[in-house]
């Protein structure tokens, strides 16, 4: 699944108080402190649109957003490796058939249309 990655280049790192950064950051570290920091995203508590009901709850939801790159790239790398496993049937006599399809949405959702 070669695709072109428009998303901010990983790794990303959560930096604490919910915040995730992009490459060339410190974890743990405000963000007025790190002047070379691309701020990627920030899972908040309560308020607004986001039912967020701890600090737990904040942080473990910043950790999630941090390892999205990672985790597209191990994604389309497992459907790639499945892809060329001549020896994994196709259609619907395919030993994972709703997990290979299940694979390409989540990339699709993650990556936008073509």
Do not use: C
Not at 3 to 22: C, E, I, L, M, S
Not at 51 to 58: A, D, F, L, P
Not at 83 to 96: M, N
Not at 103 to 112: H, K, S, V, Y
């Amino acid at each position: 699944m070669k695709t072109k990655t428009t998303h901010t280049p990983g790794p990303w790192q959560f930096g604490g108080f919910g915040a995730v950064y992009g490459p060339g950051t410190t974890p743990n570290v405000l963000p007025n402190s790190l002047p070379t920091a691309t701020f990627i995203a920030t899972a908040e508590m309560g308020g607004g649109l986001t039912q967020v009901h701890s600090k737990e709850e904040r942080n473990a939801n910043a950790r999630l957003i941090a390892a999205a790159p990672e985790l597209l790239a191990a994604l389309k790398g497992l459907v790639d490796a499945m892809d060329a496993d001549l020896t994994i049937k196709r259609g619907p006599a395919s030993p994972y058939p709703f997990e290979r399809k299940n694979a390409r949405a989540a990339i699709l959702r993650a990556e936008g249309p073509k």
